[in-house]
């Protein structure tokens, strides 16, 4: 089985430029993160999905980031314009169900790079 | 609001060797409770959780970690440490209800020299 697939897996963008990642879950799973991961620290939630629904996304910096998760599989994360403090490790994870009880898959990454 | 203290940043131990890295969480109920792997240029891989009954957990590679609520604490061990067990470790916190997601501790680099 498929594990989570991030894309692009690295990306150096110049400040005010827009950047996008994607995610492809694990088949089946119907709750989709985003996490954020600086340098020398565990990840942080910026936001999750039920299905296609955003069902917490107190943590995204809306200014900025939007997320959208069409048809409840395939996810896509954006950010624009970016800044020098969005250099980070961008983290998509996927599970069965909503709660803690189930197991998250997460995906590689994509590290960013904003110059 | 729950709170992971991881407090070893990092961590040098020669292979063979026994391990123990250090959790404490800040929450008012029993939390779940999660150790995770991180390799480098990968992504996190749950090693075992802590829901409820047994105290002592038993995971994947040969980890093992034991819940102890009076000091708030859920340390990872591992009696012989090999070299392909070098990465990063989180502890991580979950809830019953409501808020649905997981807090995560800052990490621990550990370090396998022969």
């Known amino acids: ?115 | 609001a729950q709170s992971v203290t991881q407090p070893d940043i990092h961590i040098t131990v020669s292979e063979g060797a026994s391990l123990e890295l250090r959790c404490n969480y800040s929450y008012g109920a029993t939390p779940y409770l999660f150790w995770y792997v991180q390799s480098p240029g990968q992504g996190l891989q749950l090693l075992l959780k802590y829901f409820s009954g047994d105290t002592l957990v038993q995971g994947i590679k040969g980890f093992e970690a034991e819940f102890k609520r009076s000091q708030s604490s859920f340390n990872l061990r591992k009696p012989s440490v090999h070299w392909s067990d070098a990465a990063e470790y989180f502890c991580a916190v979950g809830i019953f209800f409501g808020n649905e997601k997981l807090t995560f501790g800052t990490g621990t680099r550990l370090t396998i020299i022969p």
């Open chain 1, 1 to 115: 089985e498929a594990g989570v697939v991030q894309s692009p897996r690295y990306k150096i963008i110049e400040k005010k430029q827009p950047v996008a990642f994607w995610c492809n879950p694990i088949s089946g799973h119907n709750t989709l993160y985003w996490y954020l991961q600086n340098l020398g620290q565990g990840p942080e939630l910026l936001i999750r999905y039920e299905n296609e629904e955003a069902v917490d996304d107190s943590q995204l910096p809306k200014d900025r980031f939007s997320a959208e998760r069409l048809k409840g599989v395939d996810s896509t994360l954006k950010i624009q314009p970016a800044e020098l403090g969005d250099s980070a490790v961008y983290l998509c994870a996927s599970s069965l169900g909503e709660g803690a009880i189930y197991e998250q898959y997460f995906g590689p990454g994509t590290r960013l790079t904003v110059t």
